[in-house]
């Protein structure tokens, strides 16, 4: 059995009261009044000298291209207001991107778990009590984003422009797909998606258990049979669930092969993650049967769905640059003209790095390399959601200060003390899987 | 110089693993094991050193990398400009999303066909070369192991003989 240690403890209390103190300090900070925003923006001109000035020069973020068409005071009033509600949204973007990045971990270590179940894997057995300690934070983690979504619905902020009925009523683009894209409908599949991702987990864990203390194999089959009709769940939801909680912050946008591209950034984050705990607990001298063999393994998958993110995020990028469709390549503009930094960084962060870190057999097998290509790629990640949620909910209003890292914290925080409590429940080690033997002898 | 050579045949892989490290215990020196395919960890048993051709690969990769830049940038940029997806920027950089899948495919193209090449040349198989395995079965349902003689040859035979080798053959040795 594992106890968290007190360090631990302690550590994640100090990281979830910082980040809620940031969080807090983020939405005081926030403007109420157009003047207020308008002086936010001028004394950090003041700082920084024509930087940000340069970036006011741009016209609004997509979707208002209209309204910089326009002219004299109607336009400032409008651009004032527009502003008002970038700087509004900013503690709101910044906590649902870390509420969203920290769930999407616990999600992707879901589906990874459960290709693993479904293909009967022999390597990682010994692995799924870790598995499944990571994926125990999808029940918070889902409820926090959910609750930021009935939020949203309720007009606390301007997260969804598609909620606010003033604006569909002047957009036919978004009257066309209100049929699917209307608040109700959203919540319902919101709660659809939650409840059979957290019923999935509740009840393959619990059969993981029974399995512990039964003499025959009936709740390993019938744990592969769930976790086979899961993959099918999960691959339509998480689709479905990328157009809802991502793309529609930017309604006029779409892309097809959108959910795939999320479910890379979380299938790796969340393969990363497992690596880390898995280093963290064998450094306690836990998981004595876990070999370098496994930690090899698990960085192949890091490297390699590295990649896969990459293809995907630069199939998507090179359409769209090629065909140069205005309503289309909007989308990129933006973040190539005020997202250079953190749009280009991150590909740096999620390819470059790991596939130059990790390309050699021997590194994946050293902890501390895989550790530190982990850090990166988390981070590189995080980058990700950021350049996915704020371009269209900020514009260029955005950067990484107190309210975006004070989230992360925070749920970093909550993340860490919620898994490494959940890893504390049962024993690492599973007793009667029937690969486990397997698992143990797993040498590469 | 031994002028004695031992050739052990074996009918399944893990007793030829078994042999292998009872044999290399014994310090012996493995001269060559004969195999009908590759026999996963036989080099690290055999004691092998390991292999350097990922640093080849990598290497051709980028190669293959640079012959796709220098060519892309030639034809489409300098020698018959090109207006790529209406944007005639004529500028390699700004065009270079159009060109990735070539890189790409010019990377993978090298490294894996070079590598392939230099394996076969490390191996010393080029065409019209007579085949080097003492015998045939090797190609199909037997393992063999060579050795050669230094010292006791009944003592290594015997040795062979209990870690469940299916027949020896004891040899003169003849330069290939």
């Known amino acids: 059995m594992y106890t968290v240690s007190n360090k631990l403890k302690i550590g994640s209390f100090i990281l979830m009261a910082v980040g809620l103190l940031g969080i807090a300090i983020g939405f005081i900070g926030a403007p109420g009044t157009v003047e ?12 920084h000298g024509g930087g940000h000035g340069a970036a006011d020069a741009h016209a609004p973020a997509a979707g208002h291209g209209d309204a910089a068409d326009a002219h004299g005071e109607a336009h400032d009033a409008s651009h004032d207001e527009h502003l008002l509600h970038q700087l509004q949204n900013k503690p709101w973007a910044a906590l649902y991107v870390g509420a969203f990045f920290f769930f999407m971990i616990s999600l992707g270590v879901l589906a990874f778990y459960a290709i693993q179940r479904a293909a009967q894997a022999g390597w990682s057995p010994l692995l799924f009590r870790v598995m499944e300690g990571i994926t125990s934070y999808l029940v918070p983690g889902g409820i926090i984003v959910f609750v930021i979504l009935v939020l949203s619905v309720m007009h606390m902020n301007h997260l969804f422009v598609w909620m606010d009925a003033d604006v569909v009523a002047h957009d036919e683009l978004i009257q066309g797909k209100v049929g699917y894209l209307n608040p109700t409908f959203f919540l319902i599949r919101a709660a659809i998606f939650l409840g059979g991702w957290i019923f999935y987990r509740e009840y393959s864990r619990k059969l993981s258990l029974r399995q512990d203390e039964s003499d025959d194999n009936s709740n390993f089959k019938l744990n592969f049979r769930w976790s086979a009709g899961f993959l099918v769940f999960y691959l339509v939801s998480e689709s479905m669930m990328s157009w809802d909680w991502i793309m529609s912050v930017d309604p006029h946008w779409f892309s097809t092969l959108f959910g795939w591209y999320v479910f890379a950034s979380m299938l790796v984050s969340g393969i990363t993650v497992i690596a880390m705990v898995t280093i963290y607990l064998k450094s306690k001298g836990l998981l004595p049967d876990v070999n370098n063999s496994h930690i090899h393994d698990l960085a192949k998958f890091m490297f390699g769905i590295s990649i896969f993110w990459t293809y995907l995020w630069f199939s998507q990028f090179m ?22 930094l953190p749009f280009f960084g991150m590909v740096a962060m ?3 790095f790991p596939v130059l870190l990790l390309m050699n057999s021997d590194y994946k097998r050293i902890n501390w390399f895989v550790v530190l290509a982990g850090i990166v790629i988390l981070s590189g990640h995080y980058l990700d959601i950021f350049n996915m949620i704020m371009p269209a909910t900020v514009g260029d209003q955005w950067s990484i200060g107190i309210p975006e890292i004070g989230a992360v914290l925070f749920f970093a925080g909550l993340f860490i003390f919620w898994v490494f409590k959940a890893l504390a429940t049962v024993p690492l080690q599973p007793k009667r899987n029937p690969f486990i033997e397997e698992s143990r002898h797993f040498h590469y | ?76 940029i300098e020698d018959w400009p090109q207006d790529i997806g209406g944007k005639p920027s004529f500028s390699f950089l700004e065009n270079m999303p159009a060109f990735v899948p070539i890189m790409f495919e010019l990377t993978v193209f090298f490294a894996a066909h070079l590598m392939v090449i230099t394996f076969y040349m490390r191996s010393r198989l080029w065409p019209f070369k007579k085949a080097e395995n003492p015998d045939v079965r090797t190609t199909d349902d037997h393992f063999l192991m060579e050795i050669d003689v230094h010292g006791d040859e009944k003592e290594l035979t015997e040795l062979l003989m209990d870690t469940g080798a299916v027949e020896i053959n004891v040899m003169e040795k003849n330069s290939h």
């Open chain 1, 36 to 47: 207020e925003a308008k002086a936010i923006v001028a004394s950090h001109d003041d700082g």
């Open chain 1, 319 to 340: 359409l769209i640059w090629y065909s140069n469709i205005p309503e289309e390549v909007t989308y990129y503009v933006t973040r190539i003209e005020d997202f250079r």
């Open chain 1, 350 to 352: 999620n390819f470059l």
């Open chain 2, 1 to 76: 110089m031994a002028s004695k050579t031992i050739h052990a045949y074996y009918n399944d892989d893990d007793v030829l693993m078994h042999a292998v490290k009872k044999v290399k215990a014994a310090k012996h020196h493995i001269e060559e094991v004969y195999c009908p395919f590759p026999v996963h960890g036989l080099d690290k048993a055999m004691g092998l050193a390991p292999t350097r051709i990922a640093i080849t690969s990598f290497m051709y990769g980028c190669v293959g990398l640079t012959v796709a830049i220098t060519m892309m940038n030639f034809i489409m």
